[in-house]
């Protein structure tokens, strides 16, 4: 059953009214006179969700497999497609189970090793909707009891997707309090403002995914009342999409590796994020969450000359509108080709974030990148790889030209 298995396209299609949306938040702002993106920040959100996307190629494998073989084995009932009230049922379902996980992900270290990615933009805007992990393996545990009810698992992945694209329009500062009894039953964008802020008194609330009515019940709802403050207490300060994916693991494993004894090794991966383990030369500690507000919070913004903002702009538009064409080929593709193109992908898009924050490294590595365009040669058809040669030509003479400019002009300086 399982290989002949299609998952619902809900997320691959609903992408263009993702970025329609975007456009839609830009022009309210413009109204407002009120600045809702940041380049840097934008593009770092963007990368981190295709990075998501590819990553879901193969890691989503795992939890669909967990899914179907309780779901065959165990299942009490048989709950399909063709009622509405089981549809109903699955996305009801789903929201709770995932209270419990997105909860979690912020109550224990190991799990919040996948989900700060999600919080790391200091921005709040619709592009850090799609700022999602690549390493996320555990949520489908938490979905099992759906599996053990009989909940189809194309409808189980239907539900997940609806409550996904839910998520992504209360990413927003454009819209306010809506009416109260919306507010009451529904998570919006106040109540999930409050959720990405690093304000004390919003931490770890409103964990709602569709329904704010769950934190009501078990006691994690704030609401909305002084000006959030967005971001993590520990600041990334970086738009390198792979290191924001791993660096908190890192830490845990220099925290576990620094504990006193075996037992507080393995307790730093389960206690909340801020706890410090006690070593040789300290006490255990937690973390104070220090007050906060936006007249004196401090975001991460490297300068970058404008070239090279519209360099970084015009290739990433290429990297996004290639990425998008291949998700949606995907299950037609190989699984050698899969892994080829999404490594090529993850390449450009650790370069490109590297340019944006003008890292040595990235000016070394950009002449490869433009190169390893070769590797598509032997799979894609010619014309399509004439234009992304001719493109990375263009682009290698412009750079020479623009760096040869740019030394001369710090010589005269």
Same mark, same amino acid.
């Given at each position: 059953?399982?290989?002949?298995?299609?998952?619902?396209?809900?997320?691959?299609?609903?992408?263009?009214?993702?970025?329609?949306?975007?456009?839609?938040?830009?022009?309210?702002?413009?109204?407002?006179?009120?600045?809702?993106?940041?380049? $840097?920040?934008?593009?770092?959100?963007?990368?981190?969700?295709? %990075?998501?996307?590819?990553?879901?190629?193969?890691?989503?494998?795992?939890?669909?497999? @967990?899914?179907?073989?309780?779901?065959?084995?165990?299942?009490? #009932?048989?709950?399909?497609?063709?009622?509405?009230?089981?549809?109903? %049922?699955?996305?009801? %379902?789903?929201?709770?189970?995932?209270?419990?996980?997105?909860?979690?992900?912020?109550?224990?270290?190991?799990?919040?090793?996948?989900?700060?990615?999600?919080?790391? !933009?200091?921005?709040?805007?619709?592009?850090?909707?799609?700022?999602?992990?690549?390493?996320?393996?555990?949520?489908?545990?938490?979905?099992?009891?759906?599996?053990?009810? @009989?909940?189809?698992?194309?409808? =189980?992945?239907?539900?997940? /997707?609806?409550?996904?694209?839910?998520?992504?329009?209360?990413?927003?500062?454009?819209?306010?309090?809506?009416?109260?009894? #919306?507010?009451?039953?529904?998570?919006?964008?106040?109540?999930?403002?409050?959720?990405?802020?690093?304000?004390?008194?919003?931490?770890?609330?409103?964990?709602? @995914?569709?329904?704010?009515?769950?934190?009501?019940?078990? $006691?994690?709802?704030?609401?909305? /009342?002084?000006?959030?403050?967005?971001?993590?207490?520990?600041?990334?300060?970086?738009?390198?999409?792979?290191?924001?994916?791993?660096?908190?693991?890192?830490?845990?494993?220099?925290?576990?590796?620094?504990?006193?004894?075996?037992?507080?090794?393995?307790?730093?991966?389960?206690?909340?994020?801020?706890?410090?383990?006690?070593?040789?030369?300290?006490?255990?500690?937690?973390? /104070?969450?220090?007050?906060?507000?936006?007249?004196?919070? /401090?975001?991460?913004?490297?300068?970058?000359?404008?070239?090279?903002?519209?360099?970084?702009?015009?290739?990433?538009?290429?990297?996004?509108?290639?990425?998008?064409?291949?998700?949606?080929?995907?299950?037609?593709? !190989?699984?050698?080709?899969?892994?080829?193109? !999404?490594?090529?992908?993850?390449?450009?898009?650790?370069?490109?974030?590297?340019?944006?924050?003008?890292?040595?490294?990235?000016?070394?590595?950009?002449?490869?990148?433009?190169?390893?365009?070769?590797?598509?040669?032997?799979?894609?058809?010619?014309?399509?790889?004439?234009?992304?040669?001719?493109?990375?030509?263009?682009? @290698?003479? =412009?750079?020479?030209?623009?760096?040869?400019?740019?030394?001369?002009?710090?010589?005269?300086?």
């Amino acid at each position: 059953m399982l290989e002949n298995f299609v998952p619902p396209p809900f997320i691959t299609y609903a992408i263009p009214f993702f970025f329609l949306l975007m456009l839609v938040e830009a022009i309210i702002g413009k109204i407002k006179h009120e600045s809702y993106f940041h380049f $840097g920040d934008s593009i770092a959100d963007l990368s981190t969700g295709i %990075l998501s996307q590819l990553s879901g190629i193969f890691l989503k494998t795992l939890g669909i497999f @967990g899914y179907f073989w309780v779901y065959e084995n165990f299942r009490i #009932l048989t709950l399909g497609m063709d009622s509405i009230w089981n549809w109903i %049922l699955a996305i009801l %379902l789903w929201d709770f189970f995932y209270y419990w996980f997105h909860r979690l992900s912020h109550e224990v270290n190991l799990l919040w090793a996948s989900h700060v990615i999600h919080h790391h !933009s200091e921005e709040y805007n619709l592009f850090v909707a799609l700022r999602q992990t690549s390493i996320g393996v555990f949520s489908w545990i938490f979905y099992l009891p759906m599996a053990l009810l @009989g909940i189809e698992p194309w409808l =189980y992945l239907a539900a997940g /997707q609806i409550n996904l694209i839910y998520q992504y329009w209360v990413h927003t500062k454009s819209i306010q309090k809506l009416h109260p009894i #919306l507010e009451f039953l529904l998570s919006t964008p106040s109540h999930h403002r409050v959720h990405h802020a690093i304000n004390p008194k919003y931490i770890d609330k409103n964990h709602g @995914g569709i329904f704010i009515i769950w934190d009501r019940i078990f $006691g994690t709802f704030q609401e909305e /009342q002084e000006a959030p403050v967005y971001g993590t207490v520990k600041p990334l300060k970086s738009y390198n999409p792979l290191y924001a994916n791993y660096h908190y693991l890192v830490e845990l494993f220099k925290l576990s590796k620094k504990a006193n004894t075996f037992w507080n090794k393995i307790k730093v991966w389960f206690m909340p994020p801020g706890w410090y383990p006690p070593t040789e030369n300290s006490p255990e500690y937690k973390l /104070q969450i220090p007050e906060v507000s936006p007249e004196i919070f /401090q975001k991460y913004r490297p300068e970058i000359e404008p070239w090279i903002r519209r360099y970084v702009l015009i290739w990433f538009i290429i990297v996004l509108v290639s990425s998008f064409i291949y998700l949606v080929l995907v299950m037609k593709i !190989s699984f050698e080709i899969r892994v080829v193109f !999404s490594l090529l992908i993850a390449f450009h898009l650790l370069v490109i974030n590297g340019l944006l924050e003008s890292k040595k490294w990235a000016w070394k590595l950009e002449g490869l990148r433009l190169m390893s365009l070769l590797i598509i040669f032997f799979y894609l058809p010619i014309w399509i790889n004439i234009i992304f040669l001719l493109v990375s030509a263009l682009s @290698g003479v =412009y750079l020479i030209f623009k760096l040869n400019l740019f030394s001369n002009s710090i010589v005269k300086n």
